[in-house]
């Protein structure tokens, strides 16, 4: 084999890794990219297609970085957990009120880390950048709310368990971790279960208690 044929090959295979690379770079960016707005990437794919969707959620990416979002300090991320917990233990006497409760929280968090909340739906499309995993729970729980004197109750946990996810989710650990009560990223609402020292679990519990399938369905139906 000639020299000649030799360097060829070696540029040739030099070629492709630098293919290869820029390929699986791609492939995982547009991956994480799909895990942080989750299944607001499907919804703008299905409404405007893939390419006008990445490019829609690069445009809301660069509004939310020029936000300034910021992380909250120790003591106001301990503070809104026990304004938390007490919403949470409200639910049992009077849910409406405590759902409420749950969704102004939202929003004093969102102010607290840079969000502009004046508008609420510009809001959903700010929060669909870093945290669009939990926004159709969140709207579902805002439509419940908005008729929260009429609910029934297991329509108002729904709710609360909705608001929960984002909640804890916009409180971001500052080592990384999920702070969210015995919930992980990938649960569907109303499947992850509460310690048993909360009062909590006799809501997440019990006759209002749902599988992950009829869950699904209620979030769909509130879709339509």
């Known amino acids: 084999m000639s020299a000649g044929t030799i360097i060829l090959i070696v540029v040739i295979l030099a070629i492709v890794a630098v293919a290869a690379t820029v390929v699986s770079t791609r492939v995982r960016r547009r991956t994480t990219e799909r895990n942080l707005v989750g299944p607001e990437y499907d919804r703008l794919v299905d409404e405007v297609g893939p390419r006008k969707a990445r490019e829609e959620l690069g445009k809301r990416r660069q509004r939310v970085d020029g936000l300034g979002i910021r992380p909250l300090s120790p003591g106001r991320r301990t503070g809104f957990t026990g304004q938390w917990d007490t919403a949470q233990q409200q639910f049992i006497d009077s849910p409406a009120e405590a759902v409420s409760a749950a969704g102004a929280l939202i ?117 339509r």
């Open 107 to 223: 929003t004093a968090v969102a102010v607290d880390r840079g969000y502009e909340v004046t508008d609420q739906d510009q809001l959903v499309t700010d929060l669909s950048v870093y945290h669009g995993r939990y926004l159709d729970g969140y709207r579902n729980a805002r439509q419940i709310t908005g008729r929260a004197g009429e609910a029934s109750t297991e329509a108002l946990r729904r709710a609360m368990l909705g608001y929960r996810h984002l909640f804890f989710d916009l409180l971001e650990s500052p080592d990384g971790d999920d702070l969210t009560p015995s919930l992980t990223a990938g649960e569907d609402i109303g499947t992850g279960e509460v310690p048993a020292q909360r009062p909590w679990k006799q809501v997440t519990q019990g006759r209002h208690w749902k599988t992950r399938q009829q869950e699904s369905s209620d979030v769909a139906a509130a879709r």
